[in-house]
């Protein structure tokens, strides 16, 4: 069993930063890819970026690359999710997913791949 906390999310204004993250327990993660996904009202769950073990493995959503950023620490077992410049775009429930094997870069976008999640953390952003 794998369990994943999120925090860090909140009201920030456009242009601001913030810095979720994701905290697994219970089975060890070392070898498993974790994601990033987002949901806005009214909209499908998005996929935002991912990290595989090593971590050089990164895969993060074209449009969002130049402001978000992934990053792992086994060691803490934490997956952390930058996100500068937000904009009211951004706004949404954010996901951590974790698979507790590898997934491809090619498929991490699917939330099909993941067989664990969070409970999400509420992100908005003001214009």
């Known amino acids: 069993q794998v369990r994943l906390l999120e925090s860090g999310g909140g009201l920030v204004q456009t242009g601001d930063s913030l810095r979720l993250s994701c905290t697994t327990s219970g089975r060890a993660f070392s070898n498993a890819t974790v994601g990033w996904f987002r949901q806005a009202p009214g909209k499908v769950r998005e996929f935002v970026a991912a990290?595989?073990?090593?971590?050089?493995?990164?895969t993060a959503e074209t449009l969002l690359k130049d402001r978000f950023t992934i990053s792992r620490n086994n060691a803490k077992n934490t997956v952390d999710l930058q996100m500068n410049s937000l904009k009211a775009d951004d706004t949404g429930v954010y996901y951590c997913?974790?698979?507790?094997?590898?997934?491809?870069?090619?498929?991490?976008?699917?939330?099909?791949?993941?067989?664990?999640w969070g409970q999400g953390t509420q992100v908005t952003v003001s214009a």
């Open positions: 997913a974790a698979a507790t094997f590898y997934i491809p870069y090619f498929n991490r976008h699917l939330p099909s791949r993941y067989n664990y």
């Open positions: 990290v595989a073990w090593p971590p050089e493995s990164s």
